[in-house]
């Protein structure tokens, strides 16, 4: 398995800013976790309001948690509001369940860590998730 | 009353595991608790995401709060969320209302335990636990 | 960087009550944790007491934490037993500090999880861990 | 009253590892809060362990918390220790009190922000949380 270095880390994020750049985003807050569900590295751009790196933490971390994009996570927490409260619970209340939490994996598809946007619409959160993931070389999973 | 000795436990959960294989399911990661709701074994497969320990523990758990197998419990979240709102409340958020906790009784219909998986279907893994409990000589009740 | 298979972390565990058994300790409690924290597999000898999978899961979450087995954090803590506080405190209580959490370091040196015992005296505790480690072909770091 | 731009906060953090890199130190992580406490950034370098980005955190909230270095902390921690449990207590165990945790003001004296440093002793930490805030041109206060 790949770890992902605080360089490729980094790399992630100044793509993932510069998609919301090329978009014309708002301000945006990204933050890369490990497999384990550790920060990297984080990064929350100027205007970015308070609760933003809680928020991306949020939407990493359930990707991690069920193994699927935190869209997937989303999906379930609309369709079975009882199971994803009981999910939240266990989890203590770490999970955002909605688009923006994109799975890293490496070459051989192995989780490796996650990475989670916020600032504009869940969709181009997701979509500056996916850039910064895809231009360090690795796999994203929107799922 | 019986106890689920580690040996039992252990015999659940490879039970259990031989069972995922028949049905070619997901990794799972199944947990076994005693009648105070603490481990006996807990065991993940390779793949098994981040939160699947405590997603099992959680099912489990909440069969053995209420005295039903977590599928019942979820019915309850399902046609009284305010109820299941308040449960999850005053465990501290420790349940997980969706099959697969199932109850472990022994010959005297006492409730000695309750194993917990996760990682397919919630249908599947309550198959998966209802078999493990079976193949150590215990009554499942799924409820 | 390898990881802890579940076949590897059954290993672990057989081996260490194996140590257990032929030093003749009382009954023990054994977690295998992954990098991230998460346990693999966790087994309860038979008498083992209520808390005892909070404690070695205690243990091994400590050494991962810091990157030093439990033993050297308990050292922090009786001789600065103010920035232990402070560790307990952003950890969310998760820290055991004494000895018998593991490191389980891969042929390379990487920290690829942790192992926790408790049951008997804590040196008793580590030198079961090590055996564990040593005889899943792994390196103990009891540091 | 100034704020620390996420172009600033980049340029402590590249700083901080530049002193550690000079003084040969262990992997650090390096977290820069705004006035709120809020991260503006953050990075952990490769090796660093699993709990840094925590008590890096709970460094510099600290010195937020009471308008001091941590280090300064720390010392009310040692001479009165009730005192720093009630205080742990009321933040919700957020406070990490030695040094590592420095303030950061801008020319007049008002504070914009702290960082906190974790990985080698709590004196190399703070060595390397001043030298980022004078390289971003801001004062450091150490406490």
Redesign the interface.
Known sequence: ???I??SK??RIISAAFAKGKELELAPLTVVVL?????????????GSS????DIATGKAWAA?????GSRKVGAIAVE????F?????????RMVPVPGGVLVRDRKGA?IGAVGVTGDTSDNDEACAVAGIEAAGFTPDAG
């Open positions: 398995m790949s770890t270095t605080l880390a980094n490990d497999a384990g569900g550790q920060p990297v590295s984080v990064q929350r751009q100027d308070m609760l933003r790196f991690l948690a069920l193994g699927m079975r509001p009882h199971f409260q009981g999910l939240s619970g266990v989890s203590g209340g989780i």
